[in-house]
């Protein structure tokens, strides 16, 4: 029994210990920004980061997006690599490499969901100086719900308990955000009217005004000039979650292919849409379904139920769920195309060429891990991205 409590003892010094180390390196590192929110985390990490570096400072970041990546420079990074899931600790090892690359700056991203999480990795493993929650959308609801409400009360978590706080949210959830600031916090709300079209047309990709101007908000008030950081920005390594757009030739037809499948919220999924549908006339909706996915299958069913399109393919596991619901909502069955189980890529590939005519807009959406990936990367490596 003493050998017990000798060990456990033992074991609370080391972790005290670890975590006294934890906190002074966080106290070299003077500028700390975490990025929350339901959608564009990625892309602002690193937008802001790119921003930041730009005007002069020392940054490193952490993205926990489709792939999880440690990144030290516009195009020098690593992947983070875990031995099992992911876990709120490995911010320990992430601010230890940040004081290892004398960072001025650290830009992360929250990867906790569990309000409970998220308030331990702000007020414990981060203590932000700045905070960003970039929307609140209806997503996660099993873990943050079951209310869009609710879910603007647990991304709140993450709001610093001083310094700045920023935000692209305008709708009513930002009145629950507010709610949870302390006093002598500053919050800024951007204004996506404040980012041209000009200024998107030149990155390489499909970045959102959204996202551009609250990472333009954030290098703003850390005094590197808007022009500066804007430029860092466009100049930089994307996301590999982000929206691009792939034009593809084959057997006398073409397909523009419009990869969203990082896109997780139906809000999010739906704006997508309406910004890509008038390309083309013709359009077909590629959803791929996960086996433990079944309630997203239904949602997605749901979300597509009254868009404007000729057929929708339907790939990946267990997708009967999804044509279940998309037939019991009035979807249909002369539009739906069950390419499901999983079955070669290449196999799909030539299916959907099938039922082209001659152009046509491919919108692939739902779920990007595993399969859903290796369809893609298939797709995209026969053709030419735009």
């Not at 997006?65 to 490995?90: C, H, M, Q, S």
């Not at 309000?115 to 873990?143: F, K, S, W």
């Not at 998107?200 to 970045?207: H, L, N, P, R």
Request: charged share 25%; with cysteine; proline share 4%.
């Amino acid at each position: 029994m003493i050998l017990i409590f000798i060990l456990v003892g033992t074991f609370i010094g080391y972790l005290i210990v670890e975590y006294q180390i934890h906190l002074r390196n966080l106290r070299k590192i003077p500028i700390r920004v975490q990025v929350n929110g339901t959608r564009g985390k990625s892309s602002v990490t690193r937008l802001i980061a790119a921003g930041l570096r730009a005007g002069g400072y020392r940054v490193v970041a952490k993205v926990t997006g489709t792939k999880p990546r440690f990144i030290v420079g516009d195009f020098e990074e690593y992947p983070v690599r875990r031995l099992g899931k992911a876990n709120i600790i490995e911010e320990l090892r992430i601010v230890r490499l940040a004081r290892k690359y004398q960072a001025q700056a650290l830009v992360i991203e929250c990867m906790a969901l569990v309000p409970e999480y998220q308030r331990t990795e702000n007020r414990m493993l981060i203590r932000p100086t700045h905070g960003v929650i970039t929307n609140v959308r209806a997503d996660h609801l099993d873990v943050m719900g079951p209310t869009v409400m609710d879910v603007a009360r647990a991304l709140s978590n993450t709001i610093p308990l001083r310094g700045k706080f920023f935000t692209a949210e305008r709708g009513k959830p930002l009145k629950i955000l507010k709610r949870h600031l302390r006093p002598g916090v500053e919050m800024t709300v951007s204004d996506p009217a404040t980012v041209t079209d000009q200024e998107i047309t030149g990155f390489s990709y499909i970045e959102h005004k959204e996202n551009v101007a609250l990472a333009l908000a954030v290098c703003e008030s850390l005094g590197v000039e808007r022009k500066t950081a804007l430029n860092g920005m466009q100049h930089s390594l994307p996301d590999s979650g982000v929206m691009r757009i792939y034009r593809i030739i084959d057997r006398g037809k073409e397909m523009e292919l419009v990869n969203t499948l990082a896109a997780n919220d139906p809000d999010s999924i739906n704006m997508l849409w309406q910004m890509v549908q008038g390309r083309n006339p013709h359009r077909i909706v590629l959803v791929n379904c996960r086996r433990d996915r079944t309630d997203r299958s239904r949602q997605l069913a749901e979300l597509i139920k009254d868009w404007n399109y000729d057929y929708a393919v339907i790939t990946g596991g267990l997708t009967r769920v999804f044509i279940h619901r998309a037939i019991q909502i009035g979807i249909s069955k002369e539009k739906l195309r069950d390419f499901g189980d999983e079955i070669e890529p290449a196999i799909v590939y030539q299916k959907v060429w099938d039922i082209i005519d001659r152009s046509a807009l491919i919108f692939a959406t739902g779920n990007t891990v595993g399969y859903g990936e290796k369809l893609i990367n298939y797709f995209v490596n026969q053709g030419v991205k735009n």
